[in-house]
């Protein structure tokens, strides 16, 4: 069974940066599954944040991070990656990745979720 771990979150000043990191186990993600980022506060609902296909041909963003975020995948690693850049307050969340057949920046269709790192951004 497919398993995922994030890591990279942390505390960071406004205008900074971090790379959240989604490594896989159980399976190789290459050509198998869709990559979804999240991030989800407390008493709020899940938002959509990135996505990349499982070749890793197309990528989608919200709105909110167009721009600032870059999502990737290292194959050799069965790694997916959330460079983030420019980062706001109001990107203080718990981020998840999460597998699935489709990128799509809503969170349903995907089959495995990680954990979440906590990401926050003040000064």
């Known amino acids: 069974q497919l398993q995922l771990v ?4 942390g505390l960071v000043h406004p205008g900074g940066s971090l790379r959240l990191a989604c490594s896989a186990s159980g399976s190789t993600l290459q050509y198998r599954y869709a990559i979804g980022w999240f991030r989800q506060a407390p008493g709020k609902e ?9 070749s890793g041909a197309s990528t989608n963003y919200a709105d ?8 990737s995948r290292d ?3 069965n790694t997916v990656y959330l460079q983030m850049n420019t980062l706001k307050p109001e990107d203080t969340d718990i981020y998840y990745c999460a597998a699935g057949p489709t990128c799509a920046i809503v969170p349903f269709g995907y089959d495995f979720w990680g954990q979440g790192t906590q990401v926050t951004v003040s000064s």
């Not at 938002?47 to 499982?54: L, P, R």
């Not at 909110?64 to 999502?71: A, D, I, M, P, Y």
């Open 6 to 9: 994030e890591s990279g979150g």
């Open 46 to 54: 899940r938002e959509g944040v990135a996505c990349i296909s499982s």
């Open 64 to 71: 909110s991070v167009k721009g600032r975020f870059t999502v």
């Open 75 to 77: 194959n050799a690693k």
